[in-house]
């Protein structure tokens, strides 16, 4: 079983900055990709960031590029997601995924528990 930890959550002002950190661990043979999400009150989930961990290729949703970044470090299974200039319209809880492959051979589909951040003066 892979389990993920999320954290970086938080108040900020609007115009700041957060990095969001998703550590998984298990047993984990290998991660093919990295995803965040996030979910304001009141509206649907929706998709952040990916990340492809072979090629390092990553996308985002259109309204976020240029103030999110998404990145990974392969040695600790663990994704990032840096976000700037941050506003109060990116207050959400954000949650990571990650999928893979167990040492036992199995696929995984992890999620986090989520994090607040809040965008606020």
């Known amino acids: 079983q892979v389990q993920l930890v999320e954290s970086g959550g938080g108040l900020v002002q609007p115009g700041g900055s957060l990095r969001l950190s998703c550590a998984a661990a298990?047993?984990?043979?290998?991660?093919?990709?990295m995803r965040w999400y996030r979910q304001a009150p009141g509206k649907e989930r929706e998709w952040v960031a990916g990340l492809i961990s072979s090629s390092g290729i990553t996308n985002y949703a259109d309204s976020l590029k240029g103030r999110f970044t998404i990145s990974s470090d392969s040695a600790k299974n663990t994704a990032y997601l840096q976000m700037n200039s941050l506003q109060p319209a990116d207050t959400a809880t954000y949650y990571c995924q990650i999928v893979g492959v167990t040492t036992a051979g199995r696929s995984f589909d992890s999620w986090g528990q989520g994090t607040q951040v809040t965008v606020s003066s």
């Open positions: 298990g047993s984990i043979f290998s991660v093919s990709a």
